[in-house]
């Protein structure tokens, strides 16, 4: 297959206001589909094999460097270039193991290269390629026809050259290999940062529709995973502790409801195999199996063009823990190591001390209390433990030897079970912790039946819409 397709990166805090005219100026010249720019169709868990696939169809990177490209920091003040866990360094390394691409840092006005010392030393060979220069108005036309003219010559078998600049000299110290008659391209950002950078802000709200549930934006971290070996052990252990970094995501403020439930219902999308009289209900936690959950997720996935799905274990168990910062303390619970409230039995948590229910409800009521009855998390996240166990989408393993750690779910093995997290108001104490894990089948009528199995869903941030969204006071 021809490489026929041009990538352009960027990041927010640096050049978002000129990146989407230049997406636009170019795909009047190749064609719109001829330009990669969105995160849009990233599937979820699969990031690297995915920024293979999409640098294999492209032969031009177009990588924008403004003022601010090298000094971008994350939320500790440490450069993001400089984390071996960054989403872009990440995706630097992958460019450079992709032969056949040519990469142009285009200077965004009168921004300049880094240096090679400001570098990581694996990411300096972007350093060897020939610059280009994009200026804003009233240059930002011709500047764009001379890129595009260099960038047909390309497209059609030779080398980018722009008439009066002369190829970068590799610094010293900069190693380029060579895979046939071609130069490996740097990738100098890329999908990772704009899905970081250009999505609503940790903490802020969403519906995608009037019947959607109310979600929030999660924001990305580390956590330790499990639990240590002087906490309770299940059959489904949760150990070893390993670390787990987790990307930005939003998660449902609230597990899904009845009511909400209905909107599919009504639809023709899901099951009509569920408790009679559901409709009335209202604000109680669907309880469903976890097929039921995969038919509600499918359903507002067709519903709104974006793609939601079940919370991963991992998802899970960080949005229960809410951790301020990676070396946060593992407690037993978000609030702490206190037992839950209903294993008292309060008419209200308040009663005893904790401050954690804002409505009244008795836990032997015999169902599970209607969502929002306990306070939110530090994620403002609400029922994360006792209300009704949760379905994720992972398959049961047994520990975690071999789990995932970049935050996705754990799909391989069989999946003639899959795993529920939090607790339901029947539990226990002990299986209401932040680490504790359940394991059912996917159909299983029984749970469902018992009023103790229910789902919150989750949706992966997009740019470029859920960004212009939000700047423009919602998120989409």
Known sequence: MAREAIFISYRRDDTADVAG?????????????????DVDNLDYGVFGDQIKSILSRCRVVLALIGPHWIDARDENGRRRLEQPDDWVRI?????????????????????????????????????????????????????????????RKTLGGGGFHLKGLSRSRAPAGVRTAFFGAGAIAALALGF????????????????????????????????????????????????????????????????????????????????TDVPEGFQNWGNRPAEVSWNQAQQYVRWLTRTTNRRYRLLSEAEWEYAARAPQSPQAPNTLFSWGDDDPVCYHDAPNGAAFGYGLTTIQHRCLEQHASPVGSFRPNAFGLHDMHGNVSEWTEDCWHRDYHGAPTDGSAWTQGGCRERMLRGGSWRSRPDSLRSAARENDVPDDSELRLSGSGGFRVARSIEWPRDWFASRAGRAR
């Open 192 to 271: 990772a940062a704009l899905n970081q950078f250009m999505s609503p802000q940790a903490g802020a709200t969403f519906r995608d529709c009037p019947d959607c549930p109310e979600m929030v934006v999660i924001p990305a971290g580390s956590f330790l995973m499990g639990e240590p070996d002087d906490e309770v052990q299940q059959l489904s252990e949760p150990s070893p502790l390993h670390r787990v970094h987790v990307r930005r995501f939003a998660a449902g403020k609230f597990e899904v409801t009845w009511s909400e439930w209905a909107a599919c219902f009504r639809d023709g999308a899901c099951d």
């Open 21 to 37: 005219r230049i997406c636009d100026a170019l795909a009047k010249h190749f064609g719109r589909e001829h330009i990669f720019i």
């Open 91 to 151: 995706e630097l390394e992958t460019a450079l193991a992709t032969p056949g691409i040519e990469i142009v840092p285009v200077l965004i006005n009168t921004a300049s290269l880094p240096r090679a010392e400001d570098l990581p030393e694996n990411l300096r060979p972007l350093l060897a390629w020939q610059a280009a220069r994009i200026r804003r108005d009233p240059d930002f036309h011709g500047d764009i026809e001379r890129v595009a003219t260099a960038l």
